[in-house]
């Protein structure tokens, strides 16, 4: 199937400090990405809808100015998390839609853990 | 989207078949049928699609009522290695995915 990347897998950063996390689509084209986060124990939360050349579109209660998404290419796309906080300190996941697929399946990345001290 | 209904958590025992129903009475027409696997820090993994009838594949398979107001997950022979959370969910193609809790899947010995 469909490979979708993350980088780094791990961060920790002092608290006031920006974090920029990366998803790639490696063997496919990707004009929607989207961004979730996950707390311990608890189901996927959709942050935000990333599309190529344009800008993104957030779910309601998610900081647009905090949460940075770019959707650079068809390939890449980046969370910048700004001003961390330790409440911000999360699991972080992308996924990347395969558009020319009959079934147009999304694929996800091995996520990113943020610790914010 | 339509919203979807799951067990909270399941047991079984390795080399069971196990069946997770998923409801989903509000489903469109257009709206296709996706199961994924999670474990614990990492991202889903994608198992299964299907539209109607029964799908499968090389992992599980998936059935679908003519209503399509249910589906079920069927994984053959399971390991402990399929102790996960397993989450059903329905759109259509450019819809976005939103999780249900998912049910939670635990392989005893």
């Known amino acids: 199937g469909a490979v979708v990347s993350q980088h780094p897998s791990r961060v920790i950063c002092k608290s006031g400090t920006s974090v920029k996390i990366e998803c790639r689509s490696l063997?496919?084209?990707?004009?929607?990405m989207f961004w979730y986060r996950q707390f311990p124990k608890q189901s996927l939360m959709l942050m935000a809808t990333?599309?190529?050349?344009?800008?993104?579109?957030?779910e309601q209660g998610v900081e647009k100015d905090k949460f940075l998404i770019n959707h650079a290419s068809l390939t890449l796309s980046t969370l910048t998390v700004t001003s961390a906080h330790p409440e911000d300190s999360s699991f972080y996941i992308c996924?990347?839609?395969?558009?020319?697929?009959?079934?147009?399946?999304?694929?996800f990345g091995p996520g990113t853990r943020l610790t914010v001290l | 989207l339509a919203k979807t209904t799951q067990p909270i958590s399941m047991d079984s025992y390795e080399g069971q078949e196990v069946n997770i129903t998923c409801s989903h009475n509000?489903?469109?027409?257009?709206?296709?049928i996706t199961w994924y696997q999670q474990f614990p820090s990492q991202g889903p993994r994608f198992i299964i699609q299907?539209?109607?009838t029964k799908v499968t594949n090389e992992v599980a398979s998936l059935f679908i009522p003519a209503d399509r107001k249910s589906s079920t997950l069927s994984l053959p022979r399971v390991s402990l290695s399929d102790t996960a959370v397993y989450y059903c969910?329905?759109?259509?193609?450019?819809?976005?995915?939103?999780f249900g809790k998912g049910t939670r899947l635990h392989i005893l010995p």
């Open positions: 996924s990347a839609r395969d558009s020319t697929a009959s079934t147009d399946t999304q694929y």
């Open positions: 063997d496919f084209q990707a004009t929607t």
């Open positions: 990333s599309n190529e050349g344009s800008k993104a579109t957030y």
């Open positions: 509000n489903i469109a027409t257009n709206d296709y």
């Open positions: 299907g539209y109607k």
């Open positions: 969910l329905v759109g259509a193609r450019d819809d976005k995915i939103i």
